[in-house]
């Protein structure tokens, strides 16, 4: 494959970029477990002709994250030039580094979000999961700076067994502050993290109960509030809890693409596993990679008879392709096969134990109250002036 190559079919909206793995805390559900950096991190160099090599294949945003991207000497230079080139930036932050330094170059560089990392509302419990005391603290002083800067504030909460109960909490800690907040929950790659604490699927169906009622409750003024994209789909009773109205399948090689600190280039990060790694910008540009028509066969080349048992009989299965590929590994070892999804949790809660005729449910169902995905896609692209 050579640069002249076409491009694919498929247009990079969004590359998530791990910049290094060094990080100053030690949180326990990190699914890359960082803390030191990896020993062969990408240059400033290669780093910025890796932002050209993004432009040239139409990548749209780029969202820097860590480890934590703050401890990047060259962050800022970095970051300047995904703006430079007229891509959007969101940057992912735990929030513990800060300079007045940081603000002033934040603030010109016009992200779309500084998303910053909060798993409770309980201070205590918020340093334990975060390994570091004091975290809370600083975390919560660094957001309330980038709101005082007028800077587009995203909060990402990350939900396990120790924390599913802060959620109410930090509702009430972030509502009327104009943060959007992403719940997403815990997948249990990470050397830090029983697998004890992850979710169990009532739990887990949980987190989206509690962001549907935050969205009954609240305008998307008041609380712009969604699950992560992958958090649940094909409810038969809950409108999509992500920032999208419809679940289209896992989009890893297709609409997204992670970028490791060393190069390494996967369809997604949240698959933190070697043999999902597609090729390295060291050996052959990023362009190359993502046009490459034997990358990403796992999502682009999916055939419904890919599908396993939790989905093959599935109504849905050519369009969902078997739900989030990452959960579906963690859970059952095989691709394409979610167990997790809201229609299969539901299926198996109503139907099997509570005997309610799950077809019966098909029926009934409202679309979404006009305009809320609309107003919530306006808040967590940065745009919360009214402006469309
Ligand atoms: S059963 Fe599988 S294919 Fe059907 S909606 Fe759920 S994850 Fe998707
Ligand atoms: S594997 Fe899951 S988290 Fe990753 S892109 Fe696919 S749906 Fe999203």
Known sequence: MNASMPPADYTPACVVWELTLACNLKCLHCGSTAGG????????????????????????????????PLLRKDFFEIASKVRSLGMELSVITNGTIRSEEIFKNLKELKPRAVAVSLDAADPALHDRIRGVQGAFNKTSSFIDRCLGEGLPVSVITT?????????????DLLKGRGIAWQVQTA?????????????????????????????????????PVIGAHDLGYHSLLLKNVSLYEKWEGCQAGKAVAG??????????????????????????????????????????????????????????????GGGCNEMSLMKTGALHNDPYCFCRIEEKLLAEELKW????????????????????????????????
């Open 159 to 171: 939900v396990h067994k120790l924390n599913l109960k802060e959620l109410a909490g930090l509702r």
């Open 259 to 320: 970028v490791r600190s060393d190069g390494g280039v996967l369809g997604c990060l949240a698959i933190n596993d070697d043999k999902f790694v597609e090729g390295n910008v060291r050996e052959r540009s990023f362009y190359e990679i993502w046009n490459d028509p034997g990358s990403f066969r796992y999502t682009r080349g999916f055939a419904p008879d890919q599908a396993g048992p939790n989905c093959a009989a599935c109504e849905h299965v050519k369009t969902c």
């Open 357 to 388: 005729p799950f077809n019966g449910l098909r029926s009934g169902l409202g679309a979404a109250p006009d305009g809320v995905f609309r107003r919530l896609g306006r808040i967590f692209s940065g745009r919360r002036d009214g402006a469309s």
């Open 37 to 68: 950096r990896r020993a062969t991190e990408l240059s400033t160099a290669e780093a910025l002709a890796l932002c050209e090599d993004l432009k040239r294949t139409g990548c749209l945003g780029v969202a820097l994250m860590g480890g934590e």
């Open 187 to 223: 997948g249990g790659e990470g050397g830090r993290f029983s697998r004890e604490f992850l979710l169990d699927r009532e739990e887990f169906y949980s987190v989206g109960l509690f962001v549907e009622a935050c969205r009954r409750q609240f305008t998307p003024e008041e609380l």
